[in-house]
């Protein structure tokens, strides 16, 4: 028969174990995945963003143009014209189409390229070490913007990252388990351009 005290040390270490067990569950335990509209991807013009637009044969006319606060740009030769919510080569034949019925070119050549998509930024505040507002990349995820944001700071409460979502009814938030995406391996968020993403602080 055991000694009475080597038995309680043993229940001790089997209470200490399952309970550190526990801790660790908790602290990483998986999530659903966050309710957001899906990401629509886009190359549509925005207030802000900024494009070439080249009319060949002219080579002495600007090129690059910004797109007004009201959704124009202003064009050589036939003036301001509505670009939001075109895709380049939906401002290619509009302006191609202006230059022909104001018979400045009969047969235009117009090429449009976007430089930087201004308006299509990721925010991201909170406990991250660099805060702003992030250039929108194809495929980026939460974990990528976090990483854009220098990485979260020992502050930090990964389990309840917020992320919300404009669409066209309306914003969406959900509240993201980052630790069990880094620790885990669960599904991580596929952002969209406007995004917000707030790490909040640990409550001590």
């Keep these: 028969m055991q000694p009475r005290s080597t038995r309680t040390a043993r229940v001790m270490r089997a209470v200490i174990a399952a309970t550190a067990l526990a801790v660790v569950s908790a602290c990483t335990a998986p999530t659903r995945p966050a309710q957001l509209p899906p990401p629509v991807a886009t190359s549509a013009l925005s207030p ?19 797109v007004a606060p009201d959704g124009t740009a202003d064009i050589p030769y036939i003036g301001r014209i509505h670009v939001e919510g075109l895709e380049p080569q939906e401002v290619t034949r509009v302006i191609a189409a202006r230059l022909v ?9 117009v090429t449009v390229r976007v430089l930087d998509y201004k308006s299509k930024r990721v925010t991201v505040g909170g406990e991250v ?29 990964g389990s309840d990252v917020v992320v919300i979502r404009r669409g066209a009814r309306g914003s969406t938030s959900a509240v993201v388990n980052l630790d069990a995406i880094a620790m885990n391996g669960d599904p991580d968020v596929a952002l969209a351009p406007g995004d917000t993403i707030t790490v909040p602080r640990r409550v001590f």
Aim: net charge negative.
């Design 48 to 66: 802000g963003d900024v494009f070439a637009a080249q009319i060949v044969g002219e080579p002495d006319l600007p090129t690059e143009f910004t």
């Design 101 to 109: 019925a104001e018979q400045i070119h009969f047969a235009p050549s």
């Design 129 to 157: 070490k660099t805060s702003g507002a992030f250039p929108f990349e194809p495929g980026m995820t939460l974990q990528s913007a976090i990483a854009r944001a220098g990485g979260v700071t020992s502050l930090a409460r």
